[in-house]
């Protein structure tokens, strides 16, 4: 087995990402692609992102894009504020808009 050959560990950003009532519910994919729930529709909305730093850029299969940031471990995804699945932040009030 060669270096080239050692599994990596998935970005951290990979994984479930919740609105604090989880109604939205965005999962990052270790294959850089994302698949966004809303209530009980399932698959809502799905695409590909790209990481940059704490920049995140996303297209979805129709081709709309849209942004997103994460700061202080919270993803605020352009009018969204999303927290990590785990993150206790949502059941003690969450992050307030810094207006």
């Known amino acids: 087995m060669t270096s080239n050959d050692t599994p990596r560990a ?5 994984g ?9 519910r965005q999962e990052l994919l ?3 692609r994302y698949d966004e729930a809303r ?3 399932q698959s809502a909305y799905t695409g590909r992102y790209t990481v940059t730093g704490n920049h995140i ?7 709309f ?3 997103g940031d994460i700061r202080d471990g919270v993803l605020f995804h352009e009018h969204l504020v999303l927290y990590h699945e785990g993150d206790e932040r ?3 009030g969450g992050i307030r808009s810094r207006g």
């Open 16 to 24: 479930m990402w919740v609105t604090a009532d989880g109604f939205i």
């Open 10 to 14: 998935p970005h951290p950003y990979v």
């Open 65 to 67: 894009t849209a942004t």
């Open 39 to 41: 209530g009980t529709r």
């Open 30 to 32: 270790p294959n850089g």
């Open 90 to 92: 949502p059941r003690q």
């Open 57 to 63: 850029d996303y297209v979805d299969d129709t081709g």
